[in-house]
């Protein structure tokens, strides 16, 4: 990617510790363009009113935005209908409505397939429904590389499972999973699947329909879009059938102290004020996205992801965790006996963000029999510099150990 890109995101020429940022922690959270930052600022300055309920212009204004963003994610991921686009906080959120939602639909000793590599996030709200409905979880192995198992994952299914939900790239090892055979499989067991793409959705195209999953979860902050928003698709026969997640205002239909009624999928899922100015700001992220061309950042990352792993295996006591044939845009390793902590604070130092410790993905930490990694991902504006620095940053670690 050129500095006409690097330019749109001012954070970028900043430093730390009086050196040049070299930020390689886009995995937790990406930078935001001027563009989002600006459209964000605008709302707020000239269009700040509540949407759907007032029939002033300010209200019909900040609606129009806040209805034109959900069609923009619509085609963003290809669903049928703008029906079937939930807004949520980010994709924890997404899932844990699912989680509660389809889960009063399940009943004890009713099974939901998960996989080691999950991060907590598709993890814990499964446990709270098995704490509280007496579910079963499962869970698909992997290999040594960090790949699913899939012969062990059709072994998983029986007359009891009620939803596979999986990730479609893992935040530690970048594996991207084999998700239409994945959906396949479990469509052919009559079992819905929930994609947790909050790690895909910056780096690879997602068409839905194609796909044919009933649910998929992404986060804003992670597509270069403003935190704190999010989005579950649901295919919508299944929103039709859930039970609403929350109670309040804007997901009625009428309310009376005998009985309410409930709106129809999305708004149904939507109580309270929604923010309706991050939800533009997660349109005009997509838009930008768009503008660059999955094809370009797919070349890019991938360009970058083959050369830090090349740069990183000529250094000493390299080990990189986590080797599937599909990857992306993700390299997780630890150095000799170098604590992953100690790697990444004294990276810190030399201006270099890279995360470091289990990743929300203990389970995993266990089956490669680690504690935790340092983890270096990649965006559409990272470049072959910055791995040169992190490779050098690595080498100057490791000598004073």
């Known amino acids: 990617m050129n500095e006409t890109i690097r330019a749109d995101f001012p954070i970028l020429s900043r430093k730390v510790y009086d050196r040049p940022l070299v930020y390689l922690d886009n995995a937790a959270t990406t930078q935001k363009p001027l563009c989002v930052l600006d459209a964000m600022r605008e709302e707020y300055l000239n269009v700040n009113a509540n949407v759907h309920r007032g029939v002033h212009y300010l209200s019909q ?9 959900r069609e923009t994610v619509r085609h963003f991921i290809n669903a049928a209908t703008t ?21 009063e639909l399940m009943s004890p000793g009713d099974e939901v397939i998960l996989s080691v590599m999950e991060h907590h996030s598709n993890i814990v709200p499964w446990q709270l429904l098995q704490n509280r409905k007496g579910i079963q979880i499962k869970v698909i192995p992997i290999n040594d590389n960090g790949e699913l198992l899939l012969e062990e994952y059709e072994r998983l299914f029986t007359d009891r499972t009620r939803l596979v939900s999986i990730a479609h790239v893992s935040n530690v090892l970048g594996t991207i999973n084999p998700v239409a055979d994945l959906i ?3 469509h052919d067991h009559g079992v819905p699947v929930l994609l947790d793409a909050a790690q895909s959705a910056p780096h690879i195209p997602i068409d839905v329909q194609a796909l044919g999953c009933d649910f998929l979860a992404l986060s804003g902050h992670k597509m270069y879009g403003p935190t704190g928003i999010g989005v579950l698709y649901g295919r919508e026969e299944w929103l039709d059938r859930m039970p609403p997640y929350q109670g309040g205002g804007e997901m009625i239909d009428t309310v009376s102290f005998e009985k309410t009624t409930f709106e129809k999928p999305p708004l149904k899922f939507e109580a309270g004020t929604p923010d309706f100015v991050a939800t533009h700001g997660l349109a005009v992220a997509i838009d930008y996205i768009e503008r660059i061309g999955f094809d370009r950042i797919a070349a890019h990352e991938r360009d970058l992801t083959e050369y830090c792993t090349q740069q990183l295996l000529t250094i000493d006591g390299m080990r990189i965790i986590g080797q599937a044939r599909q990857k992306d845009a993700v390299v997780s390793f630890l150095v000799g006996d170098i604590h992953h902590l100690d790697m990444g604070t ?12 289990h990743h929300c993905a203990q389970p995993l930490m266990q089956r490669m029999g680690i504690l935790g990694t340092v983890r270096a991902s990649f965006a559409l504006y990272n470049t072959r510099e910055e791995v040169d620095a992190l490779v050098a940053g690595i080498r100057r670690v490791s000598q004073m150990f």
């Open 61 to 69: 204004q900040a609606t129009d935005l806040h209805e034109a963003a």
């Open 83 to 103: 029906n079937e686009v939930v807004f949520t906080r980010g994709t924890t959120e997404a899932i844990n409505l699912v989680a509660s939602s389809l889960g």
């Open 184 to 186: 396949r499989i479990a």
């Open 346 to 357: 004294l990276l810190d130092r030399l201006g270099i963000a890279v995360r470091t410790g």
